[in-house]
């Protein structure tokens, strides 16, 4: 107890290097942080941008890119044009975006603060990394929660093969639910693969390419802002 | 005095930044000027007496204690190429974090609130070299180690270059980067009488054009 009073009279401002405290240095609450991972080509960039149409009028939202090359989601998202420029920020992640989201989150902490000082006050940032693969996971220190995307199209055994991404992630999303009849996949084959290894975490099936298809996500992440700004911050 | 700090500032997996950079092997590799081990430890030699002797020297004369900001400047003096300057700040800024959460000490937070968008690299890494309780041949031998495992890891992703080449190229630079680390550090010791300008100001012209060059590539495996 003494002890830490003396670093805190040194070393004032130590708690804020990294996402572990939800407040700003000026006390205020800072925006929710939430990862998006998971394979190539699942849809997790799509994900974005539609979360983005369907909260941006509600919420004040940014969006980080992790690319495996330089930039190429983040310029998807501008010439979608789901949010304005300024609001969009790539990291460069030297071929491994799981380095980069994972074991050093220096650069993507810093493209979240900045992001928050030139754009904000923000209620919600999303952190997509690249396709990777199933070990993927988002450090504790970057974001609050993570999404793992996944797509039929890989096969209904990808559930049950489980890995970190599939077991930890705060809700995974089985895309792509469309294609289900063409790739002879069992949808609830999958879905009883992932209860049996997530327990009681969610899941949820989505067809992004369908009207409306990103509502059980949004839903969710509107759950999660509740939950995340009426927390106390001390 | 606590040597076994060296390591943990040293390691590659020190959570700074720069597993996304190449020291310029990306735009190297793909002129056709690395495309082996051999043509890997010449990049290497050749970036650790330029690039690395410099780095070397700030990092010695900060961790000796020297003043930061005025090292920040010396810094920008010897970077004449402004995507090297940028990449130097925002890679410093980086080491800011990471030091500060690791070795806590007021000197980096002086420095992290004088320069909040990032110093350069070099100025930050032997600022917490000193903070570590390390000494500034310890600073310099961080960053003359730093200046070749970079392009030698980037390689090894850019060219699928057997891993134990490339680990042989770093083992056999060993001796060169005792040499550089020494001359950085003898360097430092004539600042009191001569001021910065003692510091090593060798310069890659090659490496500025080239990292100029690489900044505008569209696509692009590294960040610099």
Same mark, same amino acid.
């Given at each position: 107890?003494?002890?830490?009073?003396?670093?805190?009279?040194?070393?004032?401002?130590?708690?804020?290097?990294? #996402?572990?405290?939800? &407040?700003?240095?000026?006390?205020?609450?800072?925006?929710?942080?939430?990862?998006?991972?998971?394979?190539?080509? $699942?849809?997790? +960039?799509?994900?974005?941008?539609?979360?983005?149409?369907?909260?941006?009028?509600?919420?004040? /939202?940014?969006?980080? $890119?992790? @690319?495996?090359? &330089?930039?190429?989601?983040?310029?998807? /998202?501008?010439?979608?044009?789901?949010?304005?420029?300024?609001?969009?920020?790539?990291?460069?992640?030297?071929?491994?975006? %799981?380095?980069?989201?994972?074991?050093?989150?220096?650069?993507?902490?810093?493209?979240?603060?900045?992001?928050?000082?030139?754009?904000?006050?923000?209620?919600?940032?999303?952190?997509?990394?690249?396709?990777?693969?199933?070990? #993927?996971?988002?450090?504790?220190?970057?974001? *609050?929660?993570?999404?793992?995307?996944? *797509?039929?199209?890989?096969? =209904? *055994?990808?559930?049950?093969?489980?890995?970190?991404?599939?077991?930890?992630? @705060?809700?995974?999303?089985?895309?792509? +639910? @469309?294609?289900?009849?063409?790739?002879?996949?069992?949808?609830?084959?999958?879905?009883?693969?992932?209860?049996?290894?997530?327990?009681?975490?969610?899941?949820?099936?989505?067809?992004?390419?369908?009207?409306?298809?990103?509502?059980?996500?949004?839903?969710?992440?509107?759950?999660?802002?509740? &939950?995340?700004?009426?927390?106390?911050?001390? | 005095?606590?040597?076994?700090?060296?390591?943990?500032?040293?390691?590659?997996?020190?959570?700074?930044?720069?597993?996304?950079? !190449?020291?310029?092997?990306?735009?190297?590799?793909?002129?056709?000027?690395?495309?082996?081990?051999?043509?890997?430890?010449?990049?290497?030699?050749?970036?650790?007496?330029?690039?690395?002797?410099?780095?070397?020297?700030?990092?010695?004369?900060?961790?000796?204690?020297?003043?930061?900001?005025?090292?920040?400047? #010396?810094?920008?003096?010897?970077?004449?190429?402004?995507?090297?300057?940028?990449?130097?700040?925002?890679?410093?800024?980086?080491?800011?974090? #990471?030091?500060?959460?690791?070795?806590? !000490?007021?000197?980096?937070? =002086?420095?992290?609130?004088?320069?909040?968008?990032?110093?350069?690299?070099?100025?930050? /890494?032997?600022?917490?070299?000193?903070?570590?309780?390390?000494?500034?041949? *310890?600073?310099? %031998?961080?960053?003359?180690?730093?200046?070749? !495992?970079?392009?030698?890891?980037?390689?090894?992703?850019?060219?699928?270059? =057997?891993?134990?080449?490339?680990?042989?190229?770093?083992?056999?630079?060993?001796?060169?980067?005792?040499?550089?680390?020494?001359?950085?550090?003898?360097?430092?010791?004539?600042?009191?009488?001569?001021?910065? =300008?003692?510091?090593?100001?060798?310069?890659?012209?090659?490496?500025?054009? &080239?990292?100029?060059?690489?900044?505008?590539?569209?696509?692009?495996?590294?960040?610099?």
């Amino acid at each position: 107890m003494h002890r830490d009073h003396a670093l805190d009279a040194t070393f004032p401002h130590r708690h804020t290097y990294s #996402a572990a405290a939800p &407040t700003r240095p000026d006390g205020t609450r800072r925006a929710l942080r939430i990862g998006l991972g998971g394979p190539v080509g $699942t849809g997790k +960039t799509a994900t974005v941008a539609a979360l983005c149409r369907a909260l941006r009028d509600e919420l004040s /939202l940014a969006v980080v $890119t992790n @690319d495996i090359y &330089t930039r190429e989601d983040a310029e998807f /998202l501008l010439r979608e044009a789901v949010l304005p420029p300024d609001r969009i920020a790539a990291v460069e992640t030297g071929a491994c975006p %799981h380095t980069a989201i994972r074991d050093d989150i220096s650069a993507n902490l810093e493209a979240v603060e900045d992001l928050e000082e030139h754009a904000g006050p923000l209620d919600l940032i999303l952190v997509e990394s690249g396709g990777d693969n199933l070990t #993927a996971t988002f450090s504790k220190g970057l974001v *609050d929660a993570q999404i793992f995307v996944i *797509d039929v199209s890989g096969g =209904d *055994d990808i559930p049950r093969k489980g890995g970190p991404g599939i077991t930890t992630a @705060d809700l995974l999303v089985v895309n792509k +639910t @469309d294609l289900a009849p063409y790739v002879g996949v069992d949808l609830d084959t999958m879905a009883r693969d992932a209860e049996a290894q997530r327990g009681p975490r969610p899941v949820l099936f989505t067809s992004l390419t369908s009207e409306g298809g990103v509502k059980p996500v949004a839903d969710w992440t509107r759950e999660r802002l509740t &939950t995340w700004t009426t927390a106390p911050t001390t | 005095m606590n040597r076994a700090a060296l390591f943990v500032l040293a390691d590659g997996r020190f959570p700074a930044g720069g597993h996304a950079h !190449s020291g310029g092997a990306e735009p190297a590799v793909a002129a056709g000027r690395i495309t082996d081990a051999a043509s890997l430890e010449r990049f290497c030699r050749g970036r650790l007496h330029t690039a690395g002797l410099v780095a070397a020297g700030l990092a010695a004369a900060a961790a000796d204690g020297h003043d930061p900001l005025a090292l920040d400047a #010396a810094a920008d003096a010897r970077t004449p190429a402004p995507a090297l300057r940028t990449t130097a700040r925002k890679l410093g800024r980086q080491m800011m974090r #990471a030091a500060r959460a690791t070795w806590p !000490s007021a000197a980096l937070d =002086d420095l992290a609130a004088a320069r909040p968008h990032g110093a350069h690299q070099p100025v930050v /890494l032997g600022l917490a070299a000193r903070a570590a309780g390390l000494t500034p041949l *310890d600073a310099a %031998h961080a960053a003359a180690y730093e200046a070749v !495992s970079g392009p030698a890891t980037a390689v090894v992703r850019l060219l699928s270059l =057997d891993p134990f080449d490339a680990t042989a190229v770093l083992a056999r630079l060993a001796p060169d980067q005792d040499r550089t680390a020494a001359a950085a550090v003898a360097a430092t010791r004539r600042i009191p009488a001569e001021g910065l =300008d003692a510091l090593p100001a060798a310069s890659a012209p090659l490496l500025d054009i &080239t990292a100029e060059q690489h900044a505008a590539w569209p696509v692009r495996l590294f960040a610099s």
